[in-house]
């Protein structure tokens, strides 16, 4: 069993005499992309933060490829990369003055580290410009490129998609492949369910400063399938289509532009029978998913019954 790039037990934040975070137990695998997942105020930042270490750890520990961040701080965090919150960034310099600015903290890092990150993340064709021209999809990459400069094993970013449209975070979700096929482990926090689903391979919530579970995205979506499916038949007589399906007593209603079905997914095949025997033309059966992937979120976050 290959050692976790990080892990928590039982971790711990108060402030003052608030517990903030309790009982994080985290234990992330060596080369995945890992979703943190909660919404804001939910504790993600905080637990971040004590375990990059800008923030003292109350009780329980972390341990970075097997480095307590408790006893063996400097060699935890020589294998981290991260960016909290946004990154810090002298925006009237160009992209590759602050990467050089930011190699000469560490030693041995070459011209040739350099112009590997600036193209890992994209940025060859606007490295030479400022920082200040850059879109925030641009600003998060050169973060990255910054906080990727020593190679580390672990990048910890946290939000790291938030004001990005959808090409910035498609360029984001590409650059956590990449990086996770490399070896680096991809630690990564969102207020958004979908789109952890699509950069992640597993995700855990944190719903006021808790862990609620942790599943693979592919069994968050299996949930999600799990309550049934909702079809959109559009036939050539919607009204007898209809009756028919309502005969199968299967639940039924009328749309503006088709019949409305909510089934199980074992019951399309003798939807689908019943109106071709009733010699009914079907143009088109559209399937869409019952319960949204927000719908689990809320429901495994249980946060229906306190705004309901
Ligand atoms: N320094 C602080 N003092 C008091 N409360 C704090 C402090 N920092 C964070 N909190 C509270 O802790 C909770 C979790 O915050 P945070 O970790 O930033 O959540 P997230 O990053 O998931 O949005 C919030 O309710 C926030 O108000
Ligand atoms: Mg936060």
């Not at 234990?27 to 979703?35: R, S």
């Not at 879109?135 to 990005?164: F, K, V």
């Not at 927000?294 to 019954?305: A, M, N, R, Y």
């Amino acid at each position: 069993m290959p050692e976790a790039a990080l892990l928590t037990k039982n971790l711990r934040k108060d402030i003052g005499s608030k517990t903030i975070v309790s009982d994080i137990n985290l234990n992330i695998h060596t080369g995945e992309v890992f979703g943190f997942l909660g919404p804001n105020g939910a504790g993600k930042t905080t637990t971040i933060r004590m375990i990059v270490g800008l923030s003292r750890i109350t009780q329980g520990d972390i341990f970075i490829n097997g480095h307590s961040v408790r006893t063996a701080f400097r060699e935890a965090m020589c294998d981290v990369g991260c960016i909290v919150e946004n990154p810090e960034l002298y925006k009237y310099m160009s992209g590759l003055d602050n990467l050089r600015m930011f190699a000469r903290l560490y030693a041995g890092i070459t011209q040739a580290r350099i112009d590997e990150v600036v193209k890992l993340v994209h940025l060859e064709d606007a490295i030479r410009g400022k920082v200040k021209t850059y879109s925030l999809g641009m600003r998060q990459r050169l973060g990255i490129a910054q906080a990727l400069l020593h190679r580390p094993r672990l990048l910890i970013l946290d939000e790291p998609t938030n004001g990005l449209d959808p090409a910035g975070i498609r360029e984001m979700r590409g650059l956590f492949r990449s990086l996770a096929e490399q070896g680096t482990t991809v630690f990564v926090s969102s207020h958004i369910l979908a789109e952890m689903q699509q950069m992640c391979d597993r995700v855990g919530i944190i719903h006021h400063g808790r862990m609620v579970t942790v599943k693979t995205v592919d069994e968050l979506v299996d949930m999600s399938h799990s309550g049934g499916v909702q079809l959109l038949v559009r036939t050539g007589d919607n009204g007898k289509a209809l009756a028919c399906i309502t005969e199968l007593n299967i639940q039924a209603g009328m749309e503006k532009d088709g019949v409305r079905v909510s089934t199980e997914p074992a019951r399309v095949p003798e939807i689908v029978r019943a109106l071709v025997g009733a010699q009914i033309d079907v143009f088109a059966l559209d399937t869409q998913e019952a319960h949204s992937l927000e719908d689990v979120f809320i429901k495994l976050t249980g946060e229906e019954q306190q705004n309901g």
